[in-house]
């Protein structure tokens, strides 16, 4: 236990992206050899983001050691902290682009090929024209699959690229034997077949597959470069004899003072020493409202000053930043493990050995029991078994069914960039919805206006107008907004005063107006009529925002804003509830707010001026609970709790990093398409066992046929090129079944 301790003292946590790995077996293989190295105390690998995160003991091993460790496997581990993300991104860019160049390159190739070997099967130098042709495709465009194969031998391993390296390895070796020693099969009184159709067939198909799987993953990782870019490269340094100097920002230290002037992103967190503005805090709050900053106010980086200019005490710098943290805990969420493995690779791990297993007891039963040709029938149908299993069928089962699903989607409104997010997705017991720009529009306006009486309407409405087009405030931009299309035309102000935070004052034709909040019109001794006090407070209980507008001292005008509930949420949030499914709200907002959002649109469940860190606390608290959960927001608030939920959904208008971040997005402000992405799902996922269910079926009728279990009953043997034939309609069907999804009605 000590030396536990003590291991744990000097532990270090870092994250490395990993190179050229091709499939989720590769990750397998990676992440139990850094586990078994020296020093570590534990590590994780990511298939899908390319990435390990490495828990070690500093004073036993390093990043050194770790990648020398992962290259004695054949991969490679980027070490340097300086542009690994860039590094991994090329690497990523320049594999996708090998796959689409070898599939493109083997299908060229294999046309004529197929056209040979079905049509003109008699040509006289048909078999030597199709041996020059499938042997780029198997054995250069292939070359990774025999690769693969070979890495996951070492270890005592197979996966699909074993099987897809041995059926069209013996299958091309056998072809080109028949084609040079044709009078060995001729002398056995047997006629030689070639089957180099279907080893280039079966690389095209498999290379296909997955080309289609590094489309779906190759624009997962721009989310924290984004999260990043929120942060200035410079910042303005107030030196000792109050000179400004523009400085990089890893050169601010704790205690400086920085300038920020209007429009400019906050550089680190810290607290204001002088001046006042309005900063937009929605990365943090999810809230569209700036709020106030005066001295004394704490600043976060990453924020944006909106009008006015003021210095602040920088506090905390670097990873210690608010911001520094939120991209740490998304790159931790994105890099852990996905809550469900890939089917198909669950299913090949107990399919190839088995196939083999078969193709090798078929071999010695006909050495054993067989006839005069023995060798003959063994070599044959042993090659049969291996091209009829051929994992074709189980290679599509999902790519087509995730390709057209994920096509389904974009009809319907809903970009789908992750298939692992597709096939978990049916399982979604519960989902939690950020209120503001989710629930609700995200803008605030003015839900209601007020007139004590209906004298100088149009006077009184174009000095509002006037007073809240010099405002500062945010609430005035709504009360602006209001008055857009109307005829309401702005009146020149004599005097105008500002109350910071609570409204304006001002004086037009030598009378006084007043606009602000109930607190200062009480503070001001302004006139309030009964009819208009019990308005403002009916008004307060439904949670809306109040701006009293006067003149000489009596009340004229009261304004409700309020952020206005999307046309279709309560019904999209009732259909979920119909599907069996628990919704939830989460807002940085207040209690009486959110109270009053949940009760218009039929939720019981709802929590109230939560951080970023809580939302995503918790969805793991449900996630604890056995639910499978899905998050759904708009903001860069909310990119930390995307990350953790099993299943993210953006809101195509909100930010770039919520929709970075998250697996879905909604291309529309109707929340009916969650329900509609969830049935999308569960098609997609039934499709997906049809297609498996068929393959083995499949497999299970054909292997033993292949073998020769039908010959001691009727003689009969399944020619190789009807076997061939059957493994290329297994794929057919595969794809047909798929393509019914396209026509099903979500």
């Known amino acids: 236990m000590k030396q536990k301790d003590s291991l744990n003292l000097t532990s270090v946590r870092k994250t490395f992206p990993v190179l050229e790995m091709t499939c989720a077996a590769c990750a397998v293989s990676v992440e139990s050899m850094l586990k078994s190295s020296e020093g570590v105390l534990n590590a994780g690998v ?23 460790v992962v290259r004695s496997i054949g991969y490679d581990m980027v070490i340097t902290e300086e542009n690994k993300n860039e590094l991994k991104e090329a690497a990523r860019i320049q594999h996708y682009e090998s796959i689409k160049k070898r599939t493109i390159w083997s299908s060229i190739l294999s046309l004529p090929i197929v056209i040979l070997g079905m049509f003109f099967m008699d040509l006289t130098w048909g078999n030597y024209i199709m041996l020059l042709l499938s042997a780029p495709v198997v054995f250069y465009f292939g070359k990774n699959f025999f690769i693969n194969a070979w890495k996951q031998a070492k270890h005592g391993k197979a996966n699909m690229d074993t099987l897809v390296a041995l059926s069209t390895g013996i299958a091309w070796l056998f072809s080109a034997f028949n084609t040079f020693f044709a ?6 009184g047997t006629h030689p077949h070639v089957y180099f159709e279907a080893a280039a067939v079966i690389i095209v198909f498999i290379s296909l597959g997955k080309l289609l799987e590094e489309k779906a993953k190759s624009n997962t990782s721009s989310a924290i470069k984004k999260l990043i870019g929120l942060q200035p490269q410079t910042v303005t340094l107030v030196t000792e004899n109050d000179q400004l100097k523009e400085v990089a920002i890893a050169a601010v230290q704790k205690g400086n003072i920085l300038l920020v002037k209007p429009g400019e992103k906050i550089p680190v967190d810290g ?13 943090i709050t999810g809230e569209p409202v700036p709020v106030e900053k005066v001295a004394g106010k704490n600043v976060y980086a990453g924020t944006i000053n909106q009008k006015g200019s003021f210095r602040f005490t920088a506090e905390k710098i670097g990873s210690e930043t608010f911001l520094a943290q939120i991209i740490k805990m998304v790159e931790q969420a994105q890099g852990s493990k996905a809550p469900v493995q890939k089917l198909v690779d669950k299913i090949a791990g107990i399919f190839v050995p088995i196939v083999i297993g078969i193709a090798i007891l078929t071999f010695i039963c006909w050495m054993i029991w067989g006839n005069e040709n023995a060798f003959t029938y063994a070599l044959m149908n042993a090659v049969t078994v291996l091209v009829i299993a051929c994992p074709c069928a189980l290679g599509l089962a999902t790519p087509t069914a995730i390709m057209v699903g994920i096509g389904k989607g974009a009809e319907n409104n809903i970009l789908i960039k992750d298939a692992e997010s597709l096939e978990l997705a049916h399982n979604i017991t519960a989902v939690v919805l950020d209120k503001t720009g989710t629930i609700t529009e995200g803008k605030p306006s003015v839900s209601d206006v007020i007139f004590r009486d209906e004298h100088d309407m149009t006077e009184l409405q174009s000095v509002l107008l006037s007073i809240e087009l010099q405002s500062e405030h945010p609430l005035a931009e709504a009360v602006v907004r209001h008055f857009e299309n109307t005829s309401i035309q702005a009146v020149p102000l004599h005097k105008i005063e500002s109350v910071t935070g609570k409204g304006v004052l001002a004086n037009y034709n030598e009378q006084e107006y007043a606009v602000g909040s109930p607190s200062m019109m009480k503070e001001n001794n302004i006139t309030l009529d009964q009819s208009l006090e019990n308005r403002i407070q009916e008004l307060q209980e439904q949670a809306k925002t ?25 019904v999209a949030i009732d259909r979920l509830h119909k599907m069996g499914i628990e919704v939830y709200m989460l807002t940085g907002d207040n209690q009486q707010t959110a109270k009053a959002i949940a009760e218009q649109v039929g939720l019981k469940t709802f929590k109230a001026e939560v951080m970023p860190a809580e939302k995503a606390a918790y969805i793991e608290q449900l996630q604890k609970g056995g639910k499978i959960v899905a998050m759904v927001g708009d903001g860069i608030n909310d990119s930390h709790a995307l990350a953790t939920a099993d299943v ?6 909100g930010s770039d990093i919520a929709m970075d971040v998250a697996k879905m997005t909604l291309i529309t402000s109707d929340l009916n398409s969650i329900p509609k992405a969830i049935n999308l799902s569960k098609k997609t996922v039934a499709t997906i066992k049809q297609n498996l269910f068929w393959a083995f079926i499949y497999n299970i009728i054909g292997i033993p046929i292949a073998a020769g279990i039908l010959f001691s009953v009727n003689g009969f043997l399944l020619n190789p090129m009807i076997a061939g034939a059957a493994m290329a309609l297994s794929s057919v069907s595969v794809v047909g079944n798929s393509l019914r999804l396209k026509f099903s009605s979500i």
Not at 648 to 653: D, E, H, Q
Request: aromatic fraction near 10%.
């Open 183 to 188: 009078d060995f099969w001729h002398e056995r």
């Open 271 to 283: 607290i204001i020493t002088s001046g006042s503005s309005y900063v937009d805090e929605s990365m």
């Open 648 to 653: 993210s959904i953006a809101m195509g208008k």
């Open 546 to 570: 109040v701006i009293i507008f006067s003149k000489n001292g009596v009340a004229r005008i009261v304004l409700a804003i309020t952020d206005t509930i999307k046309e279709k949420s309560a």
């Open 46 to 68: 990511n298939f899908a983001n390319q990435d390990a995160w490495v828990e070690y003991n500093a004073q036993i091993t390093g990043p050194e050691k770790l990648q020398a």
